[in-house]
């Protein structure tokens, strides 16, 4: 099997909240001072809504890459570079670790070269306004979360959740905009889609979660083979990744009547512990870097 195409029908995975969010974003943008998008660590560049850089125009923006905890280091660095080479600042956290001190400092740092503006133009300073963007499921309100300190913006597993915008007050000096997750209508090269169905960016009941959980068990023989090993306890990968799937299927108890292998629930166990980080720290490989 190939890795090339998702059969994702846009009016499928582009619905109509992804047209509020965008909409949403367009009427604050002109509120807030600075921009942090949020990426996904473990696909920094497939993640990176191309929309986002015709709407944000000339707003200061901080990129994030969010969910470090599960992707390797060493290649976060590059893209760190990358990024800085294009005029961005870019940091890479972990939402889910406590408020994220990097980014905070380089949030303050962008905030205050905005307050000695207004004060020298005789405004009189006011908290610093932050918008908080991203694809679904990149883990905008989990990040608002961790720096509020409370569950103040609403979350959940289903891409596109947070369907309104919502303010949150940290402190005197900083307010956080949490947005909709958006996609973009199209995706020009099929592997972004590939690996934002891998990431979980795209619901699941749009595509064939069988074959993504297959072209995945052959991403990860390629990047790292042993890990799949031990997590499945499988006595070999030299097969194709739809028998892969069946052997995993049979470890883990996946079975209908007769003992046949229900590969959809054995796909969707793959898929589900990949994104939570038990298969190993990843980032998926990408054109560019």
Not at 87 to 106: D, E, F, Q
Not at 162 to 191: M, S
Request: proline fraction near 4%.
């Amino acid at each position: 099997m190939t890795e090339d195409i998702l059969d994702l029908p846009a009016l499928q995975w582009y619905p109509g909240h992804m047209k509020r969010a965008k909409d949403i974003i367009l009427e604050n943008l002109k509120l807030v001072d600075v921009v942090v998008e949020l990426l996904d660590a473990r696909a920094p560049l497939s993640s990176k809504n191309p929309m986002l850089d015709e709407i944000l125009e000339n707003k200061t923006r901080i990129i994030a890459m969010n969910k470090a905890d599960l992707a390797d280091k060493n290649i976060l660095k590059k893209y760190t570079a990358y990024f800085r080479e294009k005029g961005i600042k870019a940091v890479y956290i972990s939402s889910t670790g406590g408020a994220p001190k990097n980014l905070l400092r380089a949030v303050e740092t962008a905030a205050e070269e905005k307050t000695q503006k207004w004060v020298k133009n005789g405004a009189k300073p006011r908290a610093a306004r932050v918008m908080i963007l991203g694809i679904p499921n990149v883990g905008k309100s989990t990040l608002i979360n961790s720096i509020a300190g409370k569950n103040k913006a609403k979350a959940a597993d289903t891409p596109g959740v947070t369907r309104n915008k919502q303010w949150v007050k940290i402190g005197k000096n900083l307010e956080l905009l949490d947005t909709p997750g958006i996609l973009w209508p199209k995706f020009d090269d099929p592997k972004i889609g590939l690996n934002l169905a891998f990431l979980g960016a795209i619901n699941d009941e749009v595509y064939d979660n069988e074959k993504v959980a297959v072209l995945l068990i052959e991403k990860i023989k390629n990047i790292a083979n042993e890990n799949l090993i031990a997590r499945y306890k499988l006595q070999t990968t030299e097969k194709s990744g739809e028998e892969i799937l069946e052997d995993i299927g049979k470890k883990r108890g996946c079975l209908v009547k007769g003992g046949a292998v229900d590969t959809l629930k054995a796909a969707k166990i793959v898929l589900t512990e990949f994104r939570s980080g038990k298969l190993g720290e990843y980032v998926l490989p990408e054109d560019g870097i």
